[in-house]
């Protein structure tokens, strides 16, 4: 397996345009994650999908921000419209699924997102 | 929810010694601690990591020891090597028989060797 995929690995955008960060997990994982890194604020997770349903979104900042898990291949993380604050380095993780003794989460090499 | 607390947040060592870097959790129904270790302009990897029915583990240079009652677990890295200088986040999750728990993260640990 290649891992977890996602795009753009770069994103420079515009303070409010709506910015679309794409991941595909490892295939056979029913946990998906998406994870915010800044120097500020650290490793912060943003919401979690089980089965391709949304667990906790908690820790999604605002209503600017959505995701979704259309099928167990593709989840998708949306801004809309971008700030400048949202300038960070956007990560998915998958993990393998119920039942499994391991639960290490495998990130995605990450999408550094910056807003002009 | 949970919350980890991680120290120091920076860490240099002379090549060859040991670090130690350690956390603290605030929720005792967490059963589960990995490490990540991250190297600059890299994704987390995991790098091992305990569950609660054990005190301690080791893989090679690297070990971690858990203690419940206090509810502290630390990283321990022997005899260390420039390739060890990254950032290392400790993390705490209740996993539970019907499902993987999501991680809380520590602020990440910067460890650099010296030569």
């Known amino acids: 397996d290649a891992g977890v995929i996602q795009s753009p690995r770069h994103e420079v955008t515009e303070m409010g345009q709506e910015v679309t960060l794409r991941c595909k997990p490892i295939?056979?994982?029913?946990?998906l994650f998406w994870y915010r890194q800044t120097m500020m604020r650290g490793l912060e997770l943003l919401i979690y999908?089980?089965?391709?349903?949304?667990?906790?979104d908690s820790g999604m900042p605002e209503d600017r921000f959505s995701a979704k898990m259309p099928n167990a291949s593709f989840s998708t993380l949306k801004i809309q419209p971008s700030e400048p604050r949202d300038s960070a380095v956007y990560f998915c993780?998958?993990?393998?699924?119920?039942?499994?003794?391991?639960?290490?989460?495998?990130f995605g090499p990450g999408t550094r997102l910056t807003v002009l | 929810g949970e919350n980890v607390e991680q120290h120091p947040s920076t860490l240099s060592v002379q090549e060859g010694d040991s670090a130690v870097i350690k956390c603290t959790y605030s929720d005792s129904a967490s059963n589960y601690f990995p490490w990540y270790k991250q190297e600059l302009g890299k994704r987390p990897q995991l790098i091992i990591d305990?569950?609660?029915?054990?005190g301690e583990k080791k893989d090679q240079r690297i070990a971690v020891t858990l203690n419940k009652t206090a509810k502290h677990f630390s990283l321990h890295i022997t005899e260390t090597q420039p390739e060890d200088s990254a950032v290392y986040f400790c993390a705490a999750s209740m996993v539970e028989n019907f499902g993987n728990e999501k991680l809380t993260f520590g602020t990440g640990t910067r460890l650099t060797i010296i030569p």
């Open positions: 295939s056979g994982h029913d946990y």
């Open positions: 305990i569950r609660s029915n054990v």
């Open positions: 999908f089980n089965n391709n349903v949304p667990i906790d």
């Open positions: 993780a998958s993990s393998l699924p119920l039942g499994s003794s391991y639960n290490e989460q495998f």
